[in-house]
């Protein structure tokens, strides 16, 4: 093995890993723990969040422009700070009246900040909702610089994406902006929405301009809120799904696609991709039955442990009002941690959002390092004034190491770095070696080498994250901007065997350190959560006959026939929504048991990339014709998708209803489909989804609460116009399965 003294590297956190860990097994939290919301303490609704680790130390959120309370004013975007992810502190708005951008139109809002470091400065951007060049709503993304995580924040005198025509006198939608640094060292721009779909462009180095012609990545009227990681070889671009923001009935729901390119194409674990009509994407979070619905529009961070967490707003359906219905929606802000299972992010192994207390994630150092003198928990370390924000930072030169043995076994350590000429971690004696060189980054272990190239023109004056990971058989350093799920240069190496000891964590060569951590891995989750499976047959129908007395209707349409072994029923010009309940409903009895799986079969073609609003089929729990959840195969504009509709009376004064959905699975000609039944401890009924392709292989995906059993039945219906041909809606079957 060479001398630690010819090589070259990073400092990084630490942490063991226990392998396996199963998340329907999960123990009590033990240390630290945080509860949703996180925000709650100094805020109602903290909306879209975008979180960062300041050079201080502190843990950074910013939000949207919405008031942060019932009755405040609007912001102009809102900061916080935490140390622990638990107790947290207001820090005003981004913005004031007279540092606002020039170039917005009075009476604009500012939403979805993304917030990143580089080149020695932060850097948000931000959605301006209208420019003064065209007022009346021609959205834009705006950047601004500061040089600390508070401010002053200074935007620049235009649009860094500017508003684009979508041909027909209005504009596409501009909005929600998240930056990413990749390994080949450009910087590129992810945004967009529902209308004309999520872009990205290539940036100036200094991350304030557009550069080129955008590449779309996804398909209109299905994914907003982007964001965008690199693990293991691939770029996740994860969106949400869905309104955001329909009070008590919202589904907003996250997804993921990933490629080996940051450009895209990205497909989900199927391959479906998320730019075709039968739209792709996995599910990274919806809700589960709990308070929480339309959990969404996220941001990423990983942990001084290592453990990637989604941040994110959710809506309490309990109180889902900021204002008076109909009005602005609470959207306060909460935080789960990422399982990564069979290379796909999963909010806590598909549990989806938490309601008790949680580990918190991991912050500070594990050996003795103060957050004031990061050279005090160091040997061979001076102490020196004049990072970004005053405070001091360790200066090593030569050699120096941990005071404290850091633990044996999976250990990472992390540490913000401005390197020298060249810099090296050892860890568990001589057992991983490290390296920064002037042109690759390098790891050493088990007699193995890995190593990567840093893109050209890597400026190693400036401050970077550097880290470095055993978890288990597998090391890695990274060298990125923010640690925010980007990269510069990442080696990786598997080590079969490979044994690391307690021992100091020691470094060679020179480089300025703070924030420096040194932790256990968190234990990874390798499993998926428990989903509803199917047990003995309990009743239903093969449609081998007449309907019998198990069924029953709701306005019915004599256009259904049974026949030859399946239900036909042409596509009603009728819907459910609103005020518009002129559709026909088909019930059949539901077993007396406290919990079943339905099932029905369908085959429905809708086509693809024609606009057929909104025609659809499937099955429905209802209670009344103002309060029901309806899964169904349908058409929204060019795309076709899975929805898990619910409507419910959300202003009793008047009657008026809400309307709201999250998507489940991938459309396809034949569809397979599940609702299953519970009644939860508060005496609620819960009715989740789930959908397959083949009838094999199932998605399950969001959960609606109903205040009381529910009818269970079938529906086809939509809008075609007169002269049109109505689509047929085939059921083979509906079955009532026991609950396993």
């Known amino acids: 093995m060479p001398s630690t003294r010819r090589l070259l590297a990073a400092a990084f956190a630490v942490a063991t890993v226990a392998a396996g860990t199963s998340a329907a097994t999960a123990a009590p939290p033990a240390g630290p723990t945080t509860t949703n919301a996180i925000s709650s303490s100094f805020a109602d609704t903290f909306a879209d969040p975008a979180v960062i680790q300041g050079r201080d130390g502190y843990w950074y959120a910013y939000a949207t422009s919405d008031p942060l309370v019932s009755g405040g004013p609007f912001g102009l975007m809102h900061m916080a700070r935490t140390k622990d992810f638990s107790s947290w502190e207001y820090l005003g708005t981004v913005f004031d009246d007279q540092t606002k951008p020039t170039w917005a139109a009075p009476g604009s809002f500012f939403?979805?900040?993304?917030?990143?470091?580089?080149?020695?400065?932060?850097?948000?951007?931000?959605?301006?909702?209208?420019?003064?060049?065209n007022p009346g709503g021609d959205p834009a993304i705006g950047?601004?610089?500061?040089?600390?995580?508070?401010?002053?924040?200074?935007?620049?005198?235009?649009?860094?994406v500017t508003p684009k025509p979508d041909g027909n006198g209005g504009y596409f939608g501009t909005i929600d902006p998240a930056l990413l640094t990749a390994a080949d060292g450009k910087r590129y721009l992810y945004y967009g929405g529902f209308y004309g779909g999520i872009s990205v462009t290539e940036l100036s180095p200094d991350g304030l301009q557009a550069v080129g012609e955008p590449t779309q990545v996804t398909i209109?009227?299905?994914?907003?809120?982007?964001?965008?990681?690199?693990?293991?070889?691939?770029?996740?671009?994860?969106?949400?799904?869905?309104?955001?923001?329909?009070?008590?009935?919202?589904?907003?729901?996250?997804?993921?696609?990933?490629?080996?390119?940051?450009?895209?194409?990205?497909?989900?674990?199927?391959?479906?991709?998320?730019?075709?009509?039968?739209?792709?994407?996995?599910?990274?979070?919806?809700?589960?039955g709990n308070?929480?619905?339309?959990?969404g529009h996220h941001a990423f961070m990983t942990?001084?442990?290592?453990?990637?967490?989604?941040?994110?707003?959710?809506?309490?359906?309990?109180?889902?009002?900021?204002?008076?219905?109909?009005?602005?929606?609470?959207?306060?802000?909460?935080?789960?941690?990422?399982?990564?299972?069979?290379?796909?992010?999963?909010?806590?192994?598909?549990?989806?959002?938490?309601?008790?207390?949680?580990?918190?994630?991991?912050?500070?150092?594990?050996?003795?390092?103060?957050?004031?003198?990061?050279?005090?928990?160091?040997?061979?370390?001076?102490?020196?004034?004049?990072d970004a924000l005053g405070g001091p930072t360790a200066a090593i030169s030569g050699l120096a190491q941990t005071r404290r043995a850091a633990p044996g076994g999976s250990l990472r350590v992390e540490a913000d770095v401005r390197l020298g000429s060249s810099f090296t971690t050892v860890l568990g004696g001589t057992a991983v070696v490290a390296s920064v060189s002037s042109s690759r980054i390098t790891v050493v272990a088990g007699r193995r080498t890995a190593s990567a190239p840093l893109p050209a023109g890597f400026d190693r004056s400036d401050?970077?994250?550097?880290?470095?990971?055993?978890?288990?058989?597998?090391?890695?350093?990274?060298?990125?901007?923010?640690?925010?799920?980007?990269?510069?240069?990442?080696?990786?190496?598997?080590?079969?065997?490979?044994?690391?000891?307690?021992?100091?964590?020691?470094?060679?060569?020179?480089?300025?350190?703070d924030n420096l951590t040194v932790r256990p891995v968190a234990a990874p989750v390798r499993r998926m959560a428990d989903v509803p499976r199917t047990g003995k047959l309990l009743t239903g129908d093969e449609f081998n006959g007449p309907l019998d007395a198990d069924w029953s209707w709701v306005r019915p349409d004599a256009k259904a026939v049974v026949a030859d072994g399946k239900l036909s029923w042409p596509l009603q010009n009728a819907d459910l929504v609103g005020g518009g309940n002129n559709a026909g409903l088909l019930f059949h009895r539901t077993p007396s048991t406290s919990s079943w799986i339905a099932e029905t079969k369908l085959h429905l073609d809708l086509g693809e990339g024609d606009i057929r609003n909104y025609q659809q089929a499937g099955m429905i729990a209802y209670l009344n014709d103002s309060d029901f959840a309806r899964l169904g195969n349908v058409a929204i504009w060019r795309t076709r998708q899975t929805e898990y509709g619910r409507e419910l009376v959300a202003r009793p004064s008047d009657g008026a209803t809400s309307y709201g959905g999250a998507a489940i699975g991938r459309s396809a000609p034949t569809l397979w489909m599940r609702l299953a039944y519970h009644e939860n401890a508060a005496g609620e009924h819960v009715y989740r989804a789930g959908t397959s392709v083949d009838g094999k292989n199932w998605t399950w995906g969001a959960a609606w609460v109903l205040p009381a059993p529910a009818r269970l039945g079938l529906y086809a219906h939509g809008e075609f116009t007169g002269a049109a041909v109505p689509p047929v809606a085939t059921f083979e079957y509906l079955r009532f399965y026991e609950s396993k």
Request: with cysteine; glycine share 14%.
């Open 291 to 295: 308070k929480w619905i339309g959990p």
């Open 303 to 386: 942990d001084a442990a290592g453990q990637d967490h989604i941040v994110y707003h959710a809506i309490d359906r309990g109180t889902p009002w900021l204002t008076e219905p109909f009005g602005i929606n609470r959207r306060p802000m909460l935080i789960d941690r990422i399982d990564w299972i069979d290379g796909w992010p999963r909010t806590r192994a598909g549990l989806g959002p938490s309601e008790g207390p949680v580990p918190a994630p991991t912050t500070g150092s594990g050996s003795g390092i103060s957050a004031t003198d990061p050279a005090g928990g160091l040997y061979g370390a001076s102490r020196r004034p004049g």
């Open 463 to 513: 401050w970077n994250k550097l880290s470095v990971q055993v978890s288990g058989s597998t090391v890695t350093a990274r060298l990125s901007d923010a640690g925010l799920g980007d990269l510069y240069a990442e080696a990786r190496l598997v080590v079969p065997g490979l044994k690391v000891k307690s021992a100091p964590v020691r470094w060679v060569g020179s480089a300025e350190v």
């Open 111 to 133: 939403w979805a900040p993304d917030i990143r470091y580089f080149d020695g400065k932060y850097v948000m951007y931000f959605t301006v909702t209208d420019t003064a060049a």
């Open 143 to 160: 950047v601004a610089t500061a040089p600390t995580p508070a401010g002053p924040w200074t935007a620049t005198s235009g649009p860094v």
């Open 220 to 288: 209109g009227d299905r994914y907003e809120g982007s964001y965008v990681v690199y693990r293991d070889g691939w770029y996740y671009l994860m969106a949400s799904s869905m309104n955001c923001c329909a009070g008590p009935t919202t589904g907003y729901s996250v997804f993921a696609g990933r490629s080996r390119s940051p450009k895209g194409p990205f497909l989900d674990k199927d391959g479906a991709s998320m730019l075709v009509s039968r739209v792709g994407g996995t599910t990274v979070i919806t809700q589960n």
